[in-house]
Each structure stands twice: as C-alpha cells, then as structure tokens.
C-alpha cells in the first residue's frame, strides 16, 4: 500500500500498528527513524483506523489523522518536537502530501461525494482550494515547489491535470481569496475589462456597507461550484455572459456616476 512509509534526507516515517493488540488493522500510529543515529521516535499515538498516509519533507511530517472523530490533516515538526493542526474541517480530509511550504490533499468538505484537491502554506499558515468541482473525481495529489499535480476523471477516463501555486497573483481578492467566480468563469478568463467595472462597484459600493458585505461573503461562499460548473459548459458561458453579466455591466456603466466617488 502506499503512503504507510515515506523517506527524506535523515528521515524515515511510517504507519505503524504495533500497539493495536488484536486488531492489527486498527490504532494506527505514526513513528519515526532518524537514520542518522539509529533512533526511533513515536511521532502521533492511535491517530485513526482507516486510509492513514504519512509523509515527510524537509523535516515536516503530515499524516490522516482521525482523532478528531473525522479524517483530518496534522503535521510534526521534527525540529521543535511540536505537533500542530494542518486542516481540521469537519468534512474528510484525506491522501496527504507534502513538499517545502505546500501540503496537498483530498478533501470532501462540500459534499459526500466531493474527492477534490485542497492545500495549505506551512509559511503563511493558510489552507486555499486547488481543484474543486463535485463534477469529477480526483485522486493522489503530489506536490513539488509550487506545482499541484493530480489525476482527474473530468473527462469520463483517468487524466493527469496540474497547478500553480501563484500567492502573489491573489492580491486584489476578497475574502478567501479567489475573485469574481461567476463572472471569471463566463468570461473565460480573469483579465476582462469588464470584470474591473465589478471589482469596482463590489469593493466602492458593496464592500463598505453591510448588507452588500453580507452578500459579498455569501456570493464567495456559493459561486465556486457553480463558475466551476459554468466553465465546462460553452452554452452555459454563453448564456450567463450575455444575459446575465453583459446587462448588469451596461447597468453599472450607465449608473457609474452615481455610484463612483
Ligand atoms: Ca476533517
């Protein structure tokens, strides 16, 4: 099975079942070996009972851990000694891996039946979606620098996809960070001139007062899954470019001086 062992430089780290008793499929743990010395080290006691996966990179070690009644993401800092939550969401979390700052895994946040990849900076302590739509299902993500890559059923057979990791790019966004979904998806991409009179009106008009807030934070919460859902369909695009964000834009544009300071 993989994910039970994982190695790097002076490391080796594992799934292990020694303290299970009779039930030898059960009680996972995690240890670890320091090559080096010839010492073993008890990482996490009986972190959960099913699809464990450890691994290790640069002295940081990430592993499935159900302790809290659900699969989520913890990791060990080797040097410190110290354990700390990487994602405690109470949807699973689950196929972890690491490289550098960026921990990937598999996550089921938005519904039962959701295998979508989700990730997280050690350096910046925030967790950001890569791959979400209910759509499809992925599988094994892998990580290397800033590069995301997984395979991805979208086309109805096994594909590899990947992704960029770009912080920097995120800077002019609201809340959990990822800009106007529904808009973005209808457009084809992020650099319309039209979507800068929406940015406009959301962060001038919307964002200062608190109803318009509120539907700010609500709009990011549901447009996701819907844009991912718009994207993959050129009639659809279509449709909601023209009938939906084409008239909303004339609308702001006409009305810009009353609502433009
Ligand atoms: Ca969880």
């Known amino acids: 099975m993989e994910g039970l062992v994982s190695i790097d430089g002076d490391y080796v780290v ?3 079942t020694r303290n299970s008793g009779t039930c030898a499929e059960l009680a996972q743990s995690i240890y670890g070996y320091q ?3 010839g010492e073993e080290f008890l990482i996490a006691e009986d972190v959960g009972i099913r699809d464990c996966k450890v691994d290790i990179n640069d002295g940081f070690v990430v592993w499935v851990d159900e302790r809290n009644g659900n699969q989520d993401i913890c990791g060990y800092d080797i040097s410190q000694g110290e354990e700390f939550a990487i994602c ?10 690491i490289d550098g700052d960026i921990v990937v895994w598999l996550d089921r946040r938005k519904s039962e039946f959701a295998q979508d990849v989700y990730g997280y900076s050690l350096g910046r302590e925030v967790e ?3 791959c979400t739509n209910r759509n499809w299902p992925h599988a094994s993500p892998l990580v290397s620098g800033d590069t995301v890559v997984w395979v991805d059923k979208r086309d109805g057979n096994y594909d590899i996809y990947g992704a960029t990791i770009d912080f920097e790019s995120e800077e ?4 959990e960070g990822e800009g106007c979904f529904i808009a973005t998806a209808a457009y084809g991409s992020d ?11 959301r962060d001038e008009v ?16 549901v447009s996701p899954p819907v844009a991912d859902f718009i994207s993959q369909h050129d009639v659809l695009r279509t449709i909601v470019r023209e009938g939906l964000v084409a008239p909303v834009v004339n609308i702001l544009e006409w009305t810009r001086r009353c609502w433009n300071k």
């Open 128 to 130: 950001f979606p890569i």
């Open 172 to 175: 002019d966004d609201v809340g």
């Open 191 to 201: 650099t319309a001139e039209e979507l800068n009179i929406l940015r406009q009106f």
């Open 14 to 16: 594992w799934v292990d």
């Open 88 to 97: 405690t969401n109470t949807g699973e979390q689950w196929d972890v891996a």
């Open 206 to 221: 919307l964002l200062p007062n608190s109803l318009g807030a509120e539907f700010v934070s609500f709009y990011y919460k």
């Open 35 to 37: 090559i080096s010395t």
